[in-house]
């Protein structure tokens, strides 16, 4: 394979739609594009400018017979979302169509897209960098608008910006930095060491608050995995009903009704939930309840997110207890259900004894009562950091956060060594290391290997 092979793909779901679409991109896309429709009064595609339409139908090459109507859109390189040759061909969303369509192109000359292709080679050709290219597969991922909303953001430049940014102010420290080198008379170095370690401050304070947006970033577009759990008959099934809105797990009196994982998803204030409600944590009495409790704490394991559900008529037991114990160092919410039967005297002390700190919220279940007050406090305990609503720039992609914690450690290496009279060209060494982490987000010093890696993950078609 080659990154000069002119390249093909279905760019639509799988399927049926109104629409679907065949995408070409390459050298001889356009011969290809030709090749396969037919205009109507027999004009050739590729007599066509750039930024135009045609309608007419698409032909088997192999064969007589039209496959479909259809419209072909043509951008010319450079003016083309991979700033090559592109003619995407826009038929019946039907898996026939376009599977044939697909054929026929190979068959004259293209070769099957690898996945996130089309995005890579606009990558590659300079149409848009590493962090962009990841917001277009971040947008399409999207599941909530909150998520949507912050990949258009970095679509649009916004990180590549901050971190361009970042980069400029690092790249004339540096040049300083060589100046001391070159030139390292006593009175020259110890007055650049002083402006070099401010410079350096403001870099990394700059690092430090586009850190601090990770934590709410990643949430908003991965989500958060809630375990729903505690001993059996707390009303674990009826919390996830009335979070979700809708009656989707079996409630009865009988303990032990759940006796699997149920995951349902809800968006609560922009932000993604996962909610799984589990089995009832006991001393199991058969092989079944076993595995229900087995994966009931398989899931509090996994989980970002616990909520710890009780009765307010009862004490904490050992289950409780045990839940507590598997939970430790999670974010935890206790929700003290069936508040409208009357709270026994004492409840919340109890549990506020034993959970450290740990958000407690009264909460009907049946009624609705204190429903709010939890959501607010599922919310609450899983943003970190200032809000992200005015943020110029947001962190939302975990090789992102990795890239500037990296940066940020150079540059507070940088200014030690500074700080201890350590020679220029040690010194250089960190700051070239904080440049090269900024450098691998917008993809400046990415590896071959992580760019293919970054690509692989994305969809065939884009």
Known sequence: MSESDTIAAIATPVGLGGIGIVRISGEDALRIAAALFRRKGGARLDDLPGNTFAYGRIIDPTGPGTIDEAIALIWRAPKSYTREDVVELSMHGGPIPLRRTLRAAITLGARLAEPGEFTKRAFLNGRIDLAQAEAVSDLIEARTETGGRLAVKQLEG??????????????????????????????????????????????????????ETAGSGRVYREGVRTALVGRPNVGKSSMLNALLGQDRAIVTDVPGTTRDVIEESVTIQGIPFVLLDTAGIHVPGDVVERIGVDRAQEALRSADLTILI???????????????SISQGKPLIVAVNKVDLGLKLGCFAEVERHTEGSPVVGVSALTGEGLEALREAMCSLVLRGPGIAAAAAVVTNVRHETCLQDADESLQDAIRALEEGVPYDLVSIDIRGALDALGLITGESASEEIIDAIFSRFCVGK
């Open 158 to 211: 916004r990180l590549s910006q901050t971190i361009g940014a970042m980069r400029a102010s690092l790249v004339l420290l540096q040049a300083t930095i060589d100046a001391g080198i070159d030139f390292p008379e006593d009175d020259v170095e110890q007055v650049t060491r002083e402006a070099l370690v401010g410079g350096l401050r403001e870099a990394k304070d700059r690092v430090t608050k586009l850190l």
């Open 310 to 324: 009780l009765d307010c008529r009862s004490e904490l037991n050992e289950d409780d207890f045990r839940v507590l």
